[in-house]
């Protein structure tokens, strides 16, 4: 691989800004002006992408989240598996709550739950007798886990159970989800900005909801967030942002003194990673029908707006890089936070999955910055 001839430009445009600042009537004048700074800033301090990228476009956006800036930040997707085209996505407004999308890209519920940073779900639960899809984000308002439940017909989220209290030093910011496949339990993984991980055991309550029973905590050298369990391996994958992607075992028996590094954020040094900082989104491609090695874990190298593939078994070999263009009536992507991705066909326009990616930067068709949303890909237009 070739490295560095591709320098990016995000063209940023005074009438983009104008642009946006009108459509933020109503918005403290102060964050319009920071916003559109700190945009200029963001897009020409990004790193060049390797020569072997591939570029696919998305075909669906979703509306835009209902307040500027950086507001937009991780979805996880319900696969609804006897009607694929009925799926949703849950995905986080950082400033405000939580969302849910169709796959038109159209709001179905809002929550105004606080400062949700994180988002993950796992469906067939069950919680009190009842099959049930449990959500859980960071809510930095209220500095708890929230636990949630997900109304497949209705798309509305409500509480399932009391919110746990990480006792985090700082907000509670990443968040996973791991559903054993060695003891059935289900555990939620969280971290805070000081490095801070812990982990919790999801058990029944006894009223019909859910409650948080803490199994482990430690901590990283840096600040982590993006987060995913691989519940067939029992693998926790975790971002530490300006450092490395690592690996732990996901059983709250085991040490956490030597995880494996899947990659580091060194791209362009000699010898190198394939991540530019920060690493952000992480998801997993688990291919149905497959094997427990198959596979891929896919990561956002926020630093070069792109998105790098690795085996999902290990030595975690490097499979490629891709980014998100423009080109057609959706924009690209760039600055990514959270990414999620489903293996299954998700209706035909996602015959080979879905892959939903935060675009920090979302254009309108006359090239005006307007509020950050989050795009759709089709698995299917790449090839690794
Ligand atoms: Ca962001
Ligand atoms: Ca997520
Ligand atoms: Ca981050
Ligand atoms: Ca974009
Ligand atoms: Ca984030
Ligand atoms: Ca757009």
């Not at 799926?87 to 105004?112: C, F, H, P, W």
């Not at 019909?208 to 803490?214: D, I």
């Not at 996901?250 to 995880?259: I, N, Q, Y």
């Not at 009536?329 to 879905?354: K, M, N, R, S």
């Amino acid at each position: 691989m070739h490295f560095g001839s591709r320098r990016i430009t995000t063209a940023v445009s005074a009438a983009g800004i104008l642009a946006c600042s009108s459509l933020l009537a109503g918005c403290d004048p102060v964050t319009v002006i920071r916003c559109s700074v700190t945009a200029l800033l963001e897009s020409a301090e990004a790193d060049s992408q390797p020569d072997d990228t591939q570029t696919v476009t998305a075909t669906v956006e979703t509306e835009p989240v209902d307040d500027p800036c950086d507001a937009a930040d991780d979805p996880a997707i319900w696969l609804n598996e006897e009607d694929p085209e009925a799926s949703l996505i849950v995905a986080t407004n950082k400033v405000r709550g939580l969302l849910v999308y169709d796959l038109e890209g159209q709001i179905v519920s809002r929550l105004d739950s606080g400062r949700v940073n994180n988002v993950d779900l796992r469906s067939g639960i069950r919680v009190g007798g009842a099959e049930t899809i449990v959500v859980a984000g960071t809510n930095r308002t209220t500095m708890t886990l929230d636990i949630l439940a997900l109304d497949p017909a209705s798309g509305e989220l409500s509480p399932l159970g009391d919110p746990i209290d990480p006792e985090f030093a700082d907000e509670p910011y990443g968040l996973c989800l791991y559903h054993s496949a060695a003891s059935g339990d289900l555990y939620v993984f969280a971290n805070a900005q000081d490095g801070a991980v812990g982990q919790w055991r999801l058990d029944g309550d006894g009223r019909g909801g859910l409650t948080g029973v803490q199994v482990r905590e430690w901590t990283l050298a840096s600040q982590p967030e993006g987060c995913v369990a691989d519940d067939a391996n029992g693998w926790l994958f975790i971002g530490e942002e300006e450092a490395a992607i690592w690996r732990f075992d996901a059983e709250p028996t085991a040490s956490t003194d030597r995880p494996t590094v899947v990659d580091r954020t060194t791209l362009g040094e000699p010898g190198g990673g394939r991540l530019a900082a920060d690493v952000e989104g992480l998801a997993l491609y688990v291919p149905p029908g497959g094997g427990a090695r198959d596979g891929f874990l896919v990561a956002s190298s926020q630093g070069n707006h792109t998105y790098v593939v690795y085996d999902r078994a290990p030595p975690h070999a490097y499979r490629g890089t891709f980014r998100v263009g423009g080109g057609g009536a959706v924009d690209g992507t760039e600055e990514t936070d959270g990414i999620d991705l489903v293996a299954a066909p998700v209706g035909p326009d996602y015959p080979a999955g879905l892959l939903v990616v935060q675009d920090g930067f979302n254009y309108d068709s006359e090239g005006s910055r307007i509020n950050q949303n989050f795009k759709f890909v089709s698995w299917a237009d790449l090839s690794f």
